[in-house]
């Protein structure tokens, strides 16, 4: 690997000229490229409370079901897997929430809210387990997690999909969870035509976090290590048919949520997620607790960040590198509205979300670069587990589609383990048992 991973090199775009000429991921990266690690400790009062923060979101159509969408939420970052006697879990006192508008108009017309509950079996030992768990209902599993998981529809209302579904637990260790692959298996559920899954899981997004000491260590010196290499996420997946999403002609916008209880029984949200890498970098400190707690249809109030982001400054003041002039007008349209032709809805309410088009574009050759790599199934069209969102977003913002080509990137370009070809696919967590 190059120690210099801000490298330039000149590379053909694989895009239509009407993709091309409206900036496709460049308004993406506002929402992504101003920053690290999705969501990952991203404002001051959700890193005090981490089984609540929302580290990613992801959307595709999935490969092995074309018929189906498959939705992935990601919550408490840095989970260490031998994290114990405490091992990591979902809330109780907390609703987790995937949200997904329908039309464009930037409200929710279809939500599913996972609500948990944790049993300890036996308080008088210090055991997660007592002995090897080889199925969900296992005696031996000491902490047990379940859930319900409720629809609400705009015009219908509300139905409890399912009851007292059990949780993946934490992969404690070989000896306490000899095959966990099957454990995993079990805790994907169908139940009235939803596919759901909870439970422990690989974090998925690969990057080298040193961003922040001034980008790379201002000499490009800090770079190329995958700083979530090793580290496990709570993960939620839904998956659901295509033809329950406005068909395969639709566009739907998604982002996750969740709201805690208060001392009078109400619920109030305090972390949200869309796009990648909004809140860290494009939000600045003052207003990130605010952007949290909002909803995306109040977004223009953010509008002012969007215009003159932060990060392309900084990338001249330290590396001295030529950025797009202000205000940047070319990111506004995929930030708020999707990319004509790609995948902006019709009568469109401007709204940050992660915005997938349901019908997959056919004869693309995959690439973690997505659309820049000219892969139009890739980000910002939706986001799939290996896309690159760090390296897209620091080309795009650097001006990668408006005339200023570059090659930057962090030197990390996959994931540390392999994800699965099967529902939830997301990789299996790391095991206690293995040494980080």
Do not use: C
Not at 230 to 237: D, L
Not at 399 to 405: A, D, F, Q, R
């Amino acid at each position: 690997m190059s120690p210099t991973p801000l490298r330039r090199r000149r590379r053909l775009l694989a895009l239509s000229g009407a993709l091309a000429a409206s900036s496709l991921v460049v308004g993406a990266a506002v929402g992504l490229g101003s920053s690290t690690a999705s969501s990952h400790r991203e404002a001051p009062l959700i890193s005090g409370t981490p089984k609540l923060d929302n580290t990613d979101v992801y959307a595709f159509v999935s490969p092995d079901k074309p018929d189906t969408a498959t939705i992935v939420a990601n919550f408490n970052p840095f989970e260490d897997p031998a994290g114990g006697p405490n091992f990591y879990s979902f809330d109780p006192k907390a609703k987790y929430y995937v949200n997904i508008d329908l039309n464009g108009d930037s409200n929710a017309d279809l939500v599913y809210s996972w609500r948990f509950k944790t049993t300890v079996r036996n308080p008088g030992t210090f055991l997660y387990n007592t002995g090897p768990v080889t199925r969900l209902g296992d005696a031996d599993l000491n902490v047990v997690q379940n859930y319900d998981l409720v629809e609400w529809k705009r015009g219908v209302g509300t139905r409890v999909v399912a009851k007292g579904l059990y949780t993946a637990p934490a992969n404690v260790g070989t000896a306490s969870m000899p095959d966990y692959a099957s454990l995993r298996t079990q805790a994907a559920y169908t139940r009235n035509g939803v596919t759901t899954f909870a439970g422990q899981a690989d974090d998925p997004f690969a990057l080298d976090l040193r961003v922040f000491n001034l980008l790379y260590g201002g000499n490009l010196s800090e770079v190329g290590n995958d700083s979530l290499k090793g580290y496990n996420v709570q993960s939620i997946a839904l998956q659901l048919p295509v033809s329950q999403l406005g068909g395969k002609k639709n566009i739907i916008g998604i982002w996750s949520s969740t709201k805690k209880a208060t001392a009078t029984g109400t619920y109030v949200q305090v972390s949200r997620l869309g796009m990648p890498l909004v809140n860290e970098v494009v939000i600045p400190l003052k207003d990130k607790d605010r952007f949290n707690a909002s909803k995306p249809s109040s977004d223009v109030q953010f509008l002012p960040y969007v215009v003159k982001p932060e990060l392309p400054k900084l990338l001249n003041a330290v590396y001295g590198l030529p950025v797009p002039k202000e205000p940047r007008n070319d990111l506004v349209q995929v930030f708020l509205t999707g990319v004509p032709g790609l995948n902006q809805p019709k009568n469109v309410k401007a709204a940050e979300m992660l915005r997938l088009n349901l019908t997959p574009f056919t004869g693309q050759t995959f690439s973690r670069l997505g659309v820049i790599g000219g892969d139009l199934n890739g980000f910002p069209n939706g986001r799939r587990l290996a896309d690159d969102v760090l390296d897209i977003g620091l080309q795009v913002v650097a001006g990668e589609l408006v005339g200023m080509p570059n090659d930057l990137g962090d030197g990390v370009d996959a994931n540390d383990v392999a994800f699965t070809s099967t529902f939830p696919y997301v990789a299996l967590p790391h095991s206690g048992s293995t040494v980080r």
